[in-house]
Structures are given as structure tokens and as C-alpha cells.
């Protein structure tokens, strides 16, 4: 199969590096807009007019480079007019000729004796570049706490409960930072989420179906990158920020974050303190045995503290080589309480068989330590670029748990126990990428990329009755677990006449997996596999309605989600006297092959339709331990085959006026076949959610935003969900001269509809019940920044916001 799938791949690919172009009259000629510093001026707005002919004229956005690409004329003069936010607009007469094709501008920032003039900007807040949608967060940002907030309210993304991250698909997407994925658990990703200034964030990259540059493990779900700001504004600027919100439990949190540049290197800081409790209830209904009901209500409270600490800097060694280091330490503190009050009754009498209390108290820490390394060299002008990366993300979780339960009926009794746990992970990546472009606008992208996971975990419990202390062999365990993928690809995208960018890649995954249990005995697994996954993606543009470009995408690709140790490790796990957890040895990997159309109007994403073929997919599945039903084990398990179908669509009314809004929905349907318990499968759920953002500006300090979501006939996995959702506003201003203090009033789910009611019912697990949490809150924030610049620059520093600029 590997065989017949690089033969395709190989002769495609040589075919596009033999096309020559189709329409020789056009050329692509690249636009490269920078300031003073020489650093990008990313977002401006091109605009590009025939000289003879005023009415045919193009629009398009630089990307984050500086750069925008258009295809003009041979031989044929043009005036190119560039405006941006922050700078004097500017107007270029240019001719296009194969030999003079790129052309780079100075832009001038607006000088300080403007007195009374207003600039608007038309910054998209969601735009489409390539293979993802690029999110401009600085309209967000101003009625956020921090970046986690602002992942929530973005357009298109769902966040869940859990902290899971949703774009298209009902399988959770990857967390970037900077590029790299953290190999972090949902829930440390969160906190360090919730721990980065809202202003930190410089762009978030959607990639719904990644390229072959990126991991095929892992991104069935697509990619959320984060890309944190490197102290891009001259001089030395920085902010202080502090904040509240209260529920049923409070959180408060203070960060401070300083950026210096001056223009041949970058720096920054990140200092972040906060004290969080929330709360969580589940209760639940099972089918216990013939005529009987188990009841739980668990109530779990979690209140930590956290400290984060993070710094980097970026040098120019010379015109063309750069470095680039960031790192981050942070230490998350602990103590949850869980109370679980259990009950099982006859159905048919409601006579109550027993009933009990279990009361179970985590506290302990989480360390994370994170280095990146990055030396890139830039070998021309036009974006083609050696990037070399070295990345360690180190981690140490340590808990002490105590547990009891006591018996009320039919006779009284107590148990208690405790134990230690403590996991450490260390991931290591290296990795060399190199971007050509090349003659006949056509680009290669070619890279190795080697990944080492090394983890290990040792508990430690014991049982306490009637003052006998015993060994607790069935959650006292030794494991470790070492992880080694080797990965290679290469892709090459060609410009095919005006109108048309293919891209075709592929990707070699080398994967090896050696996982070993010592205590309570000794179980080990090995998993050697080598696979290849194609990517193949097609742009056209369909036609310019009014100036507007309508251009249309195709995407293909193929991805492998591979289980963990946790859900390969045979040995069973307690969690009470009623359930237990057990992994997996047989389990598979599950490939996906996702397909995408989507169109975009001037760069703004506008509908999509796309289907996901999933193979040997497994999830997380209940099964009765034996014919009694009393006891009950969760495992993971390959089910068989999930044919998934979504739609998604968009509008949008840009920002640079008083009022824009983002509304959207998108439709999942689900259909799984195969085997739950030996028995035949056959699952189909469809799922509505809609999404919307408003803002409103009051006054020139002043804006009111209102964002929300709703979900309707939810799924997760095989939990059929009730209809639930969030509506959430905020109120901020600017006050003093320069506008450096900004304060914020904020409430989350006014309406407290983020709790839903679930279910399960396959095979012989029939279950019901109601899941809430600590989501409605009242907030306030307040930001002050800061800064110092050279006496030439504008004092215009201060304006953090970028919707209007007014002095």
C-alpha cells in the first residue's frame, strides 16, 4: 500500500515540477510592504489598479510577513496604493516585467503633528491564507483575561468543558505554540493558556487539514497554533495587568509582561500569578443489575494556585541569519475534594439495597519547564528560508491522595486508604525545514523532524479497614513508557496561469513505541510501523464580484491517531467500588482521510463541506465486567469505521467601523459501524452549532462585545448530549491621555446554559445524567501599559487597540 501510494505521489510530483506555465502573459509579482526598522508590516491593504484602466483592480491583505502576490499583466503599468493602521498611506507606480517582479516598499508612520485625524482600518479579524485561516486576536484581546478567553471567543472554535479544543471535526485539534506541538495533557494546556496576558497572543493560525509540514499523528482534529508576540514595536513597552471573577468560587490573577526592541534584537518577559477554584457536579443514573438503579451525585471542587514565568529574545546575527530562544517555567499547586454520594434501589419496590459516601482529597504539584531553540537564515527576499529547531518540554506531576467511604445500609461500615503518585515526562524534538522559492512560481518544502518521549510512572497504595493498613495491588503500579518518531516529507506548490495553486505532498512517519509495566507484574509491548501520508491541496479563483476575489479550495489528507501507553496498559485501574479502568493491548491505530472544499470571498473564510473516512477508530467505551452488571469497566476499544460529514458556514462584517459581528454554524453528522461488546454497531448522530461575535464601539474609548455559542443535539463519543451553550459580554474603556489603562467588566454565561444533560445506551450499558460546572462569572480587569521609545518615534505607543486610532 506505502508502495503504490509514493508511486502516486512521485509521478504527481514530477509533473508539477515539469509544468511549464499555461498562460505566459501573466507573471507573480510579489509585493513586499516594510517600516523603518525593516521589520513586516503585516494585515496592510494592498491595492493594486491598472494605469490605463482604473476599474480593473485588485485587493488582497499582506500576510504576517509583509508580503502580498498577485497576478499581473506582462508589460503593463500598474498603481500599487498600500494603507495600514499606524501608517501614512502610500501610493507607487510599478511595471511588471519577468525580470523585475518583486518590488519592497517603505512604509512611514503617521507623524505627531497630525493633530485631529482619524484613521480607519478594514483589519480582517479572520482571513485566508493558503492552507489556514489566520485570526487577527487584537479585537478580542481587548475584553479578554487572558489567551485562553480569547480561544473561546474566537469565531469557529468550540472549547469544551474539558478544555478540548474543537474546528471542524468531532475530534479534538491539536495545541501549537509557536509551531510546536507540547505533548502536554488538556488540562496543563489550559492552565498555561489561562496564564498568558491577552496581548501576548500575535496571531492564531486555524489549519483545519495541516500540510504535510505538520505530525500526521494527532491533527485528525486540524491544528490551533498560537503564535506569541516577540516584542515587535521598538522600544521598550510592556503592560501590567490585574483581574477577578466570581462565581459560586472565586479566581484573582496578576501578570506582567515587558517587551524591548531596538531594531537589531527583540526581548520579553512574562511573569503570571494566579489562585483559581471552581467546581464540578456529575450525577449520574446506571442500570447496576436485573431491577436495579446505581445513583451518584460527585460534587469536586478545585482550588490551585499557579506561578508561570516565561522569557525569549530574538537576535539578528547577520542580514541573513537569525536566532531565536524562548522558555518558560511554571508550577501549578493543588488540593481537590470530591464527594460522591452513591445510592443503588429496586426499580420495580424503590427499596433501597445500600447506600455509601466517598469522600477523596488530591493536592499535590505540576512542573513544567519548556526551551525552543531556533536559528533560521534567510536566503532571499522572497521568502525562501532555512529554519533549523530544537525544542524540550519537561514535565513532573506529584499527588498525595487520601480516600473513605463509609456504608450506611444495610450495616455500617468504613474503609479508608491513600497513596502517592508521581509521573514525569520528558519530550524532546529536533527538527530542519527549508522553504525554496524557485523559478516559474513554483515553491518546494522539504524537512526531517525526530521526536523522543521518555515517561514514567510510579504509585503507591494502600488500604485501610478496622485499623489494618494493607498493600493496595490494584492501584499500585510501575510503568514507564519511551516514544521515537522519525519523519520526512516534501511538498512542492506551482502557480499554474492566473489562477490556479496546487500543491501536492507527503509525508514518511517512522514510529516506535516500547511501553513496560514492573509492579504489580511485569507486562511490557512493542509497536514498530513506518507509514506514508499524502496531501494533496487546489486553489482557483472563481471570479471578482465588485473588486471582491471569490476563490475556492480543495484539500486532501491522510492522518494517524496513535494510542498511548495509558490506553494500552492491561493493568486495571480503581476508581471505585463500582467501576474500573483497564487499557487496550490490542488496540490499533485509527487512520483518517479527511476531504475539504471550501470557498472564501477576499480572503474571508465564507462556506465549507468536508468528509472524514476513519478507519479502525477507537474511543473510549463502558463494558459490563460480567453477567451480573455490577461492576463495570471503562476501556478503549476499535469499534469499526465513523463516516463523518460537516458544513460550516461564515459571515462577517469587517472591523474599522462602530459595529462588526461574526455570525457562523456549522452541521456534524456521525455515522459509526462495527462492534460494541460482540455485538453489531450502527450509530448515527447529527450535531448543530452556532457561533457569533459582536462588537460595538461606544465612544473612542469605549466598546461592548457579545459573544456566545450554541450546540444542539451534542456528541461526545458515544454520550448523547442535551442542548446547551454560552452567552457572554463585556464592557471596557481607556482612560488617562495615552490611553494606557484600560479596565474591563465581563460576565460568562449570563444565562447559565453551558451544563447539559447525557446519555449512553449500546450494548449493555444504559446510563443517564446531568453534568454543570462553576461557568457563570463576573469579572473585572485592569490593564495598565506601558513604555519608552526614542524621542523620533511617534508617542502613539500606548494605543494598544487596533479598531480606531484616534490623537
Request: net charge positive; glycine share 6%; proline share 3%.
Amino acid at each position: 500500500m506505502i508502495k503504490i501510494e509514493l508511486q502516486c505521489c512521485s509521478v504527481l510530483f514530477i509533473l508539477l515540477l515539469l509544468s511549464d506555465q499555461l498562460y505566459s502573459q501573466n507573471i507573480e509579482s510579489v509585493f513586499k510592504i516594510l517600516n523603518k526598522k525593516n521589520e513586516p508590516v503585516s494585515f496592510a491593504s494592498f491595492n493594486v489598479v491598472k494605469r490605463i484602466d482604473t476599474l480593473v483592480f485588485q485587493q488582497k491583505n499582506s500576510d504576517s510577513a509583509g508580503i502580498a502576490r498577485f497576478m499581473l499583466e506582462k508589460n503593463v503599468q500598474y498603481i500599487v496604493k498600500v494603507t495600514s493602521v499606524n501608517y501614512l498611506p502610500l501610493e507607487k507606480g510599478v511595471t511588471i516585467t519577468p525580470s523585475h517582479n518583486v518590488f519592497s516598499f517603505i512604509a512611514d508612520e503617521l507623524p505627531r503633528t497630525l493633530q485631529g485625524v482619524t484613521v480607519t482600518s478594514s483589519r480582517l479579524l479572520m482571513r485566508q491564507e493558503d492552507d489556514k485561516t489566520i485570526v487577527d486576536p487584537e479585537p478580542i484581546a481587548a475584553a479578554s483575561t487572558n489567551a485562553y478567553e480569547i480561544l473561546e471567543k474566537t469565531p469557529g472554535i468550540f472549547v469544551d468543558q474539558d478544555g478540548n479544543v474543537y474546528l471542524s471535526s468531532m475530534t479534538p485539534a491539536a495545541i501549537y505554540i509557536n509551531g510546536r506541538e507540547m505533548k502536554m495533557s488538556t488540562a496543563d494546556i489550559a492552565t498555561m493558556l489561562k496564564n498568558l496576558p491577552p496581548n501576548a497572543i500575535s496571531r492564531i493560525e486555524i489549519l483545519r487539514t495541516p500540510s504535510a509540514k505538520y505530525d500526521a499523528s494527532g491533527t485528525t482534529g486540524g491544528i490551533v497554533n498560537i503564535v506569541l508576540k516577540k516584542g515587535v514595536k521598538p522600544g521598550m513597552t510592556g503592560s501590567a495587568t490585574a483581574g477577578a471573577q466570581q462565581g459560586n468560587y472565586s479566581n484573582q490573577f496578576f501578570s506582567f509582561n515587558l517587551n524591548n526592541n531596538d531594531g537589531k534584537k527583540s526581548s520579553y518577559l512574562n511573569l503570571n500569578y494566579s489562585r483559581r477554584n471552581s467546581f464540578e457536579q456529575i450525577i449520574t443514573d446506571r442500570l447496576f443489575a436485573p431491577d436495579s438503579m446505581l445513583s451518584q451525585k460527585a460534587f469536586t471542587i478545585y482550588p490551585g494556585t499557579v506561578y508561570f514565568g516565561g522569557i525569549g529574545f530574538t537576535k539578528s546575527l547577520s542580514r541573513k541569519w537569525e536566532t531565536d530562544y524562548g522558555g518558560s517555567v511554571s508550577y501549578n499547586t493543588f488540593d481537590n475534594n470530591t464527594e460522591n454520594q452513591s445510592a443503588i434501589k429496586k426499580i420495580s419496590t424503590e427499596d433501597t439495597i445500600t447506600n455509601n459516601s466517598n469522600w477523596v482529597n488530591n493536592n499535590g504539584y505540576t512542573l513544567n519547564i519548556r526551551n525552543d531553540l531556533e536559528v533560521t537564515k534567510k536566503i532571499d527576499t522572497v521568502g525562501s528560508e532555512w529554519s533549523n529547531d530544537i525544542f524540550q518540554n519537561y514535565t513532573s506531576n506529584n499527588s498525595d491522595q487520601a480516600f473513605s467511604t463509609f456504608f450506611y445500609s444495610p450495616f455500617f461500615l468504613r474503609t479508608s486508604g491513600d497513596g502517592i503518585s508521581d509521573n514525569k515526562r520528558n519530550f524532546f524534538t529536533a527538527k530542519s525545514d527549508l522553504k525554496l522559492k524557485m523559478q516559474r512560481r513554483f515553491t518546494l518544502e522539504t524537512g526531517i523532524k525526530f521526536s523522543w518521549l521518555r515517561f514514567k510512572s510510579v504509585t503507591n497504595y494502600f488500604n485501610e479497614s478496622s485499623g489494618v493498613r494493607t498493600k493496595d495491588i490494584g492501584r499500585t503500579n510501575t510503568f514507564r513508557y519511551n516514544e521515537n518518531i522519525n519523519s520526512l516529507y516534501m511538498q512542492g506548490s506551482k502557480t499554474l496561469g492566473k489562477n490556479i495553486i496546487i500543491k501536492l505532498g507527503a509525508r514518511l512517519e517512522n514510529t516506535n513505541m516500547d511501553g513496560r509495566q514492573f509492579i504489580p507484574s511485569d507486562t511490557s509491548f512493542t509497536i514498530h510501523r513506518t507509514d506514508l501520508f499524502p496531501y494533496v491541496y487546489l486553489s482557483k479563483k472563481v471570479m471578482t464580484i465588485a473588486g471582491y476575489e471569490l476563490r475556492s479550495y480543495l484539500v486532501y489528507r491522510r492522518t494517524i491517531t496513535r494510542p498511548g501507553y495509558d490506553q494500552l496498559n492491561p493493568f486495571p485501574r480503581y476508581i471505585d467500588q463500582y467501576l474500573s479502568e483497564v487499557g487496550n493491548p490490542t488496540l490499533r491505530p485509527q487512520f483518517t482521510k479527511n476531504y475539504e472544499a471550501n470557498i472564501s470571498v477576499d480572503e474571508r473564510p465564507l462556506i465549507a463541506v468536508g468528509y472524514n473516512d476513519t478507519k479502525d477508530i477507537f474511543t473510549n467505551v463502558i463494558y459490563q465486567a460480567d453477567s451480573s452488571r455490577s461492576v463495570a469497566y471503562r476501556t478503549y476499544d476499535n469499534l469499526g469505521t465513523n463516516k463523518e460529514l460537516y458544513l460550516r458556514g461564515l459571515g462577517v462584517l469587517p472591523p474599522g467601523k462602530k459595529y462588526f459581528f461574526v455570525l457562523g454554524a456549522q452541521y456534524n453528522h456521525n455515522f459509526y459501524q462495527g462492534l460494541y461488546e460482540g455485538k453489531p454497531l450502527s450509530f448515527k448522530k447529527g450535531t448543530w452549532t452556532f457561533f457569533t461575535y459582536h462588537q460595538l464601539k461606544l465612544d473612542k474609548r469605549s466598546q461592548i462585545t457579545l459573544n456566545g455559542f450554541m450546540r444542539i443535539k451534542g456528541q461526545q463519543q458515544f454520550y448523547e448530549l442535551s442542548n446547551f451553550g454560552a452567552l457572554n459580554t463585556s464592557i471596557n474603556r481607556q482612560f488617562m491621555k495615552q490611553k494606557q489603562l484600560i479596565v474591563t467588566l465581563s460576565m460568562n454565561d449570563i444565562f447559565y446554559t453551558n451544563q447539559n444533560d447525557f446519555k449512553i445506551q449500546q450494548g449493555s450499558v444504559n446510563a443517564s445524567g446531568n453534568r454543570r460546572a462553576d461557568s457563570q462569572r463576573f469579572g473585572i480587569n485592569i490593564r495598565y501599559n506601558f513604555g519608552i521609545r526614542k524621542k523620533e518615534e511617534s508617542n502613539e505607543m500606548f494605543n494598544v487597540e487596533s479598531p480606531e486610532k484616534s490623537n
